[in-house]
C-alpha cells in the first residue's frame, strides 16, 4: 500500500498562474484533508472532506478550491497564486474514531509562488 | 474555536538528558489530544494518543485537565529523537472530525 501520495513534490509558481495539487489514498478512508505548514504556526487546515461528495472549510480556505473526485481522491487548487501562499502543503486521510483516529500523512508538495 | 498552543519553538537537550515539551489546549469538554512527529526527510506521523495512555519510544504525555495541558515527556533522549513535534486536538462533529496543531517544537538532541 503506497498509503497517501501527493503530486507534484515541488512547483514554482508566477503569481496570477494557477494549479491543482492531487492527492490520493489507497486505504479507503472516509476523510480526507488538506494543511499547509508554514514556520512557527504549525499545520493549519485548509479544506477538509468528511466523505465522499462533501467539502468544508477550514481555517484557512481564502484562495483555494477543493474537490473530492471520489473516495480515493481529493485535490487543491490555487486559482491565482499568490505568494502568501508559499507554503508545503499537506494532504491527510483518516477514518473517523473518535480518539483512537488516525490521520495519515502524504510527502508533501513544497509550493514557490515568485 | 479550539486553541493549542506550544510555548517552545526550539529544546536543545543533550543526549541521556530529560525532555519535556509543553502543549496547551483550550476546549471545555473532555478533549482528545495527540502529539504527531515528523523526522527529518520524513512524513508526519502520529506518535502517540491521549485515550490510549501509550508509552511509545519512550515518550508519555499525561492529560492535566486543571492545567489544559499535555506535556510530552521522555526521561532520556536519544539522537534519534531529534524531530519537530505538534500537539494537536480532534473536534468531532457529526460534519466531520478535525484536527487543529499547534505550532510545533523542534526537538535537537546534541551527542
Known amino acids: 500500500n503506497a498509503g497517501v501520495t501527493q503530486t507534484p513534490k515541488f512547483q514554482v509558481l508566477k503569481t496570477g498562474q494557477s494549479m491543482t495539487l492531487q492527492c490520493a489514498q489507497d486505504?479507503?478512508?472516509?476523510?480526507m484533508y488538506w494543511y499547509r505548514q508554514d514556520p512557527g504556526m504549525g499545520l493549519r487546515l485548509i479544506y477538509y472532506?468528511?466523505?465522499?461528495?462533501?467539502?468544508d472549510k477550514g481555517e484557512v480556505p481564502n484562495g483555494y478550491n477543493v474537490s473530492r473526485l471520489n473516495k480515493r481522491e481529493f485535490s487543491l487548487r490555487l486559482e491565482s497564486a499568490a505568494p502568501s501562499q508559499t507554503s508545503v502543503y499537506f494532504c491527510?486521510?483518516?477514518?473517523?474514531?473518535?480518539?483512537?483516529?488516525?490521520?495519515?500523512f502524504g510527502p508533501g508538495t513544497r509550493l514557490l509562488v515568485l | 474555536a479550539q486553541r493549542v498552543t506550544q510555548p517552545e519553538k526550539l529544546l536543545s537537550v543533550f543526549k541521556g538528558a530529560p525532555v519535556e515539551l509543553k502543549c496547551n489546549y483550550s476546549?471545555?469538554?473532555?478533549?482528545?489530544l495527540f502529539w504527531y512527529v515528523q523526522y527529518s526527510r520524513q512524513r508526519l506521523q502520529l506518535l502517540l494518543r491521549?485515550?490510549s495512555r501509550e508509552s511509545i519510544k519512550g515518550f508519555t504525555a499525561d492529560l492535566n485537565k486543571g492545567e489544559t495541558s499535555f506535556h510530552l515527556k521522555k526521561p532520556f533522549a536519544q539522537e534519534e529523537d531529534s524531530a519537530m513535534y505538534y500537539c494537536?486536538?480532534?473536534?468531532?462533529?457529526?460534519?466531520?472530525?478535525?484536527?487543529?496543531f499547534g505550532g510545533g517544537t523542534r526537538v535537537l538532541v546534541k551527542p
Open positions: 476546549y471545555s469538554g473532555s478533549p482528545e
Open positions: 486505504m479507503n478512508h472516509n476523510s
Open positions: 491527510a486521510s483518516s477514518e473517523p474514531a473518535g480518539g483512537l483516529e488516525t490521520q495519515y
Open positions: 472532506s468528511a466523505s465522499e461528495g462533501t467539502t
Open positions: 491521549h485515550i
Open positions: 494537536a486536538s480532534l473536534t468531532i462533529k457529526a460534519a466531520g472530525n478535525k484536527l487543529t
